[in-house]
T-cell receptor
């Protein structure tokens, strides 16, 4: 099955700065790559996804970049806010809609 | 998007007992999954709950330990059997929201086994 992992376990960012969270994956069978945000005491919340045949997708304040050559995925958050503080997971979706999660990065926004 | 309710939200259990977690969805869904999230860890898929047939378990998870029911398209249960402290985790129900084609999660059930 897919194996997805993250480079950095924690990331501290000043409020207003941009955040970049990175993720590496080892199996190219995923048809979608997804970013989730998990706040304390809650289930993961979908942020944005990208099809495996794309290299960039933008949402509101977030951009996901996919580099299939080096099997790397990143989430960029513009103008990071205190409400962005959470754990972020990358994930890959494979057969039968099964989603495999990476290890997670904790984002701490410094006011 | 689909709204998922899980019960209990948290519980403290004694070693050797079993606990059943319920997952209720506000709409009919085809695909329903159960995940485990151990303290400070990522999410690991336990099984796919299939309506009208036996659940499909991932490697490392077995039906005797984690029996699953899926009586209809809006409800599922996961039982954690013969619990040990190693079973202390958050157990999350998730569904594929057919409208958005997105995996949506409940808030989870936090189990602590003493």
């Amino acid at each position: 099955g897919e194996s997805v992992g993250l480079h950095l376990p924690t990331l501290s960012v000043q409020e207003g700065d941009n955040s970049i969270i990175n993720c590496a994956y080892s199996n190219s069978a995923s048809d979608y790559f997804i970013w989730y945000k998990q706040e304390s005491g809650k289930g993961p919340q979908f942020i944005i996804d990208i099809r495996s045949n794309m290299d960039k997708r933008q949402g509101q304040r977030v951009t996901v970049l996919l580099n299939k050559t080096v099997k790397h995925l990143s989430l960029q958050i513009a103008a990071t806010q205190p409400g962005d503080s959470a754990v972020y997971f990358c994930a890959g979706r494979g057969g039968y809609q099964k989603v495999t999660f990476g290890t997670g990065t904790k984002l701490q926004v410094i006011p | 998007s689909a709204v998922i309710s899980q019960k209990p939200s948290r519980d403290i259990c004694q070693r050797g007992t079993s606990l059943t977690i319920q997952c209720q969805v506000d709409s009919q869904v085809t695909m329903m999954f159960w995940y485990r999230q151990q303290p400070g860890q990522s999410l690991t898929l336990i099984a796919t709950a299939n309506q009208g047939s036996e659940a499909t378990y991932e490697s490392g998870f077995v039906i005797d330990k984690f029996p699953i029911s899926r009586p209809n398209l809006t409800f599922s249960t996961l039982t954690v059997s013969n619990m040990s402290p190693e079973d202390s985790s958050i157990y999350l129900c998730s569904v594929v929201d057919s409208g958005a084609n997105v995996l949506t999660f409940g808030a989870g059930s936090r189990l602590t086994v003493l």
